[in-house]
């Protein structure tokens, strides 16, 4: 009986010891305990604020990279556009440059609210309006920002100076390549072409571009006209890209002519296509009176480049022909010299008639005309000089940069005129 308690009380305390080292163990496995964890960078923060929730990314400042050129006068055009038509501040568009082996890199940021809620969906709807053809999201230490809005104040110093000289002055040298980098900047950013409108138009090429620019120049010269105008019609017919228009437009006439397309006939009289062609959209019936105003000029054509010669004889296979930009000049400068140097008028007859001009053509003729005028003077002012290369070759200093915002590319003080 002895025995039998003993091994009961052993058995007893080696419960209650096992008990008391199982509640130890649980204790210990089950405990609060702090632990020491950092969130990584990469992680948002979410915050309330008032009734709006916000998802920002941790970082001084997010930017959005939104186009990239190898051309700093195309660079700047988009940029410059972009600031008119995306509906942010123009402070919050920059332009930066990076220099690398293979020439320098110019690319467009857009400074966002640092609110991916917000930031992702005007992205979104910007992208999917054709303004920008992509974006990469760029978190940027304050340091960067300021850098990046350094060079974009080199840029705005170096392409808007107080005076240049005036775009009548400019050589036929110092227009060409900034004259063809516009054009392929307005065959770009055609409404066609940025909303994929079928048919899409095929934009300008580099060359194709240079090679429209030299015309254009050579028959401005040619007919004594104002490069400003000639380049709003351009712009106004067809953003200087080769697409027949118009392709229903017909017009009835007492008997058909040699070359027309005859649509119907009726009461003695026939109906004939009247399409517009090439870069100036000029229509079959006003080719035939440019070419009898060609006829009859008593200009010296050999002064033109051969390729910019009409032939004597008509012809109507003309769309991807040079030619037609001489038609439009000699019809541009027949309506300045019949309205009495009334541009206004001469420029609305051009898509209507001396007896109805139309005004509304004109007036966004004059639009795209003062903003051509006022582009190629101040990027024909820099003579090809590059910026990049030029001040931003090395990180830029802010005493470089108010040095650059401060000072114009000299020029002879005698050519020297206020722009208008």
């Not at 163990?25 to 969130?39: F, H, M």
């Not at 300008?204 to 104002?226: E, H, M, T």
């Not at 008639?353 to 003729?365: E, F, I, M, T, W």
Request: net charge positive; hydrophobic share 40%; aromatic share 10%.
């Amino acid at each position: 009986m002895r025995a039998f308690s003993f091994y009961l009380r052993i058995f007893l305390l080696a419960g209650v010891a096992g008990a008391l080292c199982l509640s130890a163990w649980v204790a210990y496995r089950t405990r609060p305990q702090t632990i020491d964890v950092t969130l990584p960078p990469c992680l948002p923060i979410i915050k309330l604020e008032g009734n709006r929730l916000a998802v920002q990314v941790r970082t001084d400042a997010l930017l959005a990279q939104v186009a990239g050129f190898n051309s700093e006068i195309e660079a700047y055009l988009h940029f410059e556009y972009l600031k008119t038509h995306i509906g942010l501040a123009g402070s919050r568009v920059l332009l930066t440059v990076k220099n690398n082996e293979t020439g320098p890199r110019y690319l467009i940021f857009l400074v966002l609210n640092n609110d991916l809620l917000s930031d992702v969906p005007y992205l979104a709807s910007v992208r999917a309006e054709g303004y920008i053809p992509d974006y990469k999201l760029c978190p940027v230490s304050f340091q960067d920002l300021a850098r990046k809005r350094l060079q974009t104040a080199v840029f705005l110093g170096c392409y808007n100076p107080l005076r240049v000289p005036r775009l009548a002055s400019m050589h036929h040298s110092r227009l060409l390549v900034p004259l063809a980098r516009f054009l392929v900047f307005k065959s770009r950013t055609d409404r066609r072409v940025r909303e994929r409108i079928p048919p899409v138009p095929t934009t300008l090429s580099f060359g194709q571009a240079r090679q429209l620019a030299d015309d254009i120049l050579d028959v401005a010269r040619f007919y004594k006209l104002p490069l400003d105008v000639f380049l709003g019609i351009g712009a106004m017919e067809n953003n200087y890209m080769n697409v027949r228009g118009d392709l229903d437009h017909a017009v009835w006439k007492r008997r058909p002519q040699r070359g027309d397309i005859v649509l119907k006939r009726a009461r003695g009289r026939v109906l004939v296509s009247d399409y517009a062609m090439g870069v100036w959209q000029i229509t079959r019936e006003t080719l035939r009176r440019a070419h009898t105003l060609y006829l009859d000029d008593k200009r010296d054509y050999s002064l033109l480049p051969p390729h910019l010669r009409p032939a004597k004889q008509l012809s109507f296979d003309l769309d991807n022909s040079e030619v037609l930009t001489t038609y439009a000049g000699l019809l541009l400068r027949h309506l300045l010299d019949k309205s009495d140097g009334d541009i206004a008028k001469a420029v609305g007859a051009y898509n209507g008639s001396l007896r109805k001009p139309n005004y509304q053509y004109a007036a966004g003729v004059e639009a795209v005309a003062l903003y051509a005028r006022g582009f190629l003077e101040r990027a024909a002012n820099l003579d090809g000089m590059n910026v990049a290369k030029s001040w931003l070759a090395h990180p830029p200093s802010p005493k470089r940069g108010e040095e650059v915002a401060a000072s114009a590319p000299a020029i002879p003080p005698e050519s020297l005129t206020r722009s208008p």
